[in-house]
């Protein structure tokens, strides 16, 4: 526990680069313990899907 401001941010990735964006996450991150959490996408129009998966695996 502590104080100071805490904020809530939505990262999207993939299933397959989710681990690389935790190790960094973690790395940077200024607190012992930030919570990190995923959630699926279950459901989504193809479009979207497609877009999500060139937006990151774009270097």
């Not at 990735?13 to 012992?32: C, F, I, K, M």
């Not at 919570?35 to 774009?58: F, H, Q, R």
Request: aromatic residues 8%; without cysteine.
């Amino acid at each position: 526990m502590g104080e100071g401001e805490e904020w809530q941010v939505t990262l999207r990735t993939t299933a397959d680069r989710y681990r690389e964006l935790e190790a960094h996450l973690l790395e940077v991150h200024p607190w012992d313990n930030p919570e990190l959490t995923a959630v699926p996408i279950v459901a989504a129009p193809e479009a979207y899907k497609a877009w999500l998966d060139k937006s990151v695996n774009e270097q």
